[in-house]
T-cell receptor
């Protein structure tokens, strides 16, 4: 069965520090992978996606993620975090045939000045 | 461009009441889905539809009904609300093998 694991429930970083949010997935074929961000009281906004091709994908707001098939991972990175990045981040895997999304449980990012 | 519109934004129900959460999209997407979001559990799929007239169950379908009579609309019905259905509900739409677009959510409280 498809599943997504985000092992870090809560991460705290200082503004300007680098960030890496972890995501591991289980899927039988080459997955479609997504990172979404949710600010408090808001809906979900797509940060980036991987469908095929280059395994390093660039997204909005300076985020990037790398697909590593051998590790079944799709970690999200940002070289320098801004206070406005404080939010909850969700990794998701998409099913090729039904377009169903399976989400991880999320990582809440807190940024200190 | 409105995208995905959910109504209402907030709702309080008494146990046993029924209601319908509305979802409409104006992007002509074939795929639509409903998720519920609970603390520490991420988003869980309730029901989804791959086109008008076609619906299927997701991970947590019990207590919810859906129908898809048009491409644009995908309402979610709670027939007899229970406190366990207190949650934030999100509707999403997508084209084939592309990213999903989400509505702003409906915060439902069942007392």
């Amino acid at each position: 069965a498809q599943s997504v694991t985000q092992p870090d429930i809560h991460i705290t970083v200082s503004e300007g520090a680098s960030l890496e949010l972890r995501c591991n997935y289980s899927y039988g074929a080459t997955p479609y992978l997504f990172w979404y961000v949710q600010s408090p009281g808001q809906g979900l906004q797509l940060l980036l996606k991987y469908f095929s091709g280059d395994t390093l994908v660039q997204g909005i707001k300076g985020f990037e993620a790398e697909f590593k098939r051998s590790q079944s991972s799709f970690n999200l990175r940002k070289p320098s975090v801004h206070w406005s990045d404080a939010a909850e981040y969700f990794c998701a895997v998409g099913d090729h045939y039904t377009d169903k999304l399976i989400f991880g449980t999320g990582t809440r990012l807190q940024v200190f000045p | 461009n409105a995208g995905v519109t959910q109504t209402p934004k907030f709702q309080v129900l008494k146990t046993g009441q029924s209601m319908t959460l509305q979802c409409a999209q104006d992007m002509n997407h074939e795929y639509m889905s409903w998720y519920r979001q609970d603390p520490g559990m991420g988003l869980r799929l309730i029901h989804y539809s791959v086109g008008a007239g076609i619906t299927d169950q997701g991970e947590v379908p019990n207590g919810y009904n859906v129908s898809r009579s048009t491409t644009e609309d995908f309402p979610l019905r709670l027939l007899s609300a229970a406190p366990s259905q207190t949650s934030v509900y999100f509707c999403a739409s997508s084209e084939v093998n592309t990213e999903a677009f989400f509505g702003q959510g409906t915060r439902l409280t069942v007392v």
